[in-house]
């Protein structure tokens, strides 16, 4: 292997370096798993030319690059949401969201008014907790008697990043976060779900990059 520098075989400080940054950004077991895989594909000497230092640099940055730019938009649009009516009028019957729930698999709703603008959301957790309590019948209540009002609503915009709105979700203990345009208007909503999977793809991205990297085809190129 090409030495280094400092005496250090350069494959040896590529391998360390993306382990690095990979724990950094995905955790340590998928660490790990990076670091086999990188290492069982890693040629056995490295070209002057993809010296140690300037090539993790640059995997840095195309990593950095791929964490800053997910946003809740792009969770938004791979959301099942996106494809269903996720609003429903406050004055409908909780009887009703039920069946919606039922109908898409889905856990939350938006609540609207009459000029359908957002006045809250209801919940599955708004169902089971409130519904127990007033002992009414779900066909008759009103989905406003229950629902969570805008007022106490955590919500977000579609350039929030996916980190900003776990740490939402984390912080509210919630699993589902409204997205609100520069006006106030509701155009999207996310469950923890959402955020999950775009988290998971964000992670294998990164994985596929520094791979691409460490074998020297140019991370940004994306892997055959």
């Known amino acids: 292997s090409a030495l280094s520098g400092s005496g250090i075989p350069s494959t040896t400080m590529l391998s360390r370096a993306s382990t ?15 670091a086999k895989a990188v ?5 056995s000497a490295v070209a ?32 099942c949401y996106v494809q ?3 609003t429903i009028s406050e004055d409908a019957t909780v009887y009703d969201a ?4 039922a109908a898409y698999d889905i856990g939350c709703l938006v609540t609207v008014d009459s000029e359908g603008h957002i006045s809250g959301v209801i919940s599955e957790r708004d169902y089971v907790n409130k519904m127990a309590l007033l ?38 203990d919630i699993r589902h976060l409204p997205l609100l ?13 959402d ?5 998971v793809q964000h992670q294998e991205e990164t994985i596929k990059i520094l791979s691409d990297f460490a074998l020297g085809r140019g991370g940004h190129f994306g892997s055959d």
């Open 39 to 43: 290492s069982a594909r890693m040629p």
């Open 135 to 172: 002992g009414r019948d779900s066909k008759e209540m009103l989905i406003k008697e229950i629902s969570t009002k805008s007022a106490n609503l955590i919500t977000a915009t579609p350039h929030d990043s996916v980190d900003n709105c776990m740490q939402k979700m984390l912080s509210k």
């Open 84 to 86: 269903i009516d996720y």
């Open 20 to 34: 690095t940054v990979v724990r950094r950004c995905c955790g340590p077991t998928l660490a790990r798993s990076a």
């Open 181 to 193: 345009d520069d006006d106030g208007k509701v155009v999207g909503i996310l469950s923890i779900k």
């Open 195 to 199: 955020l999950v999977k775009a988290v």
């Open 98 to 101: 039920i069946q919606r729930f």
């Open 48 to 79: 002057s030319s993809h010296a140690a230092s300037p090539t993790v640099h640059t995997a840095r940055t195309f990593s950095t690059a791929i964490e800053d730019s997910l946003s809740a938009s792009d969770a938004w649009q791979k959301s």
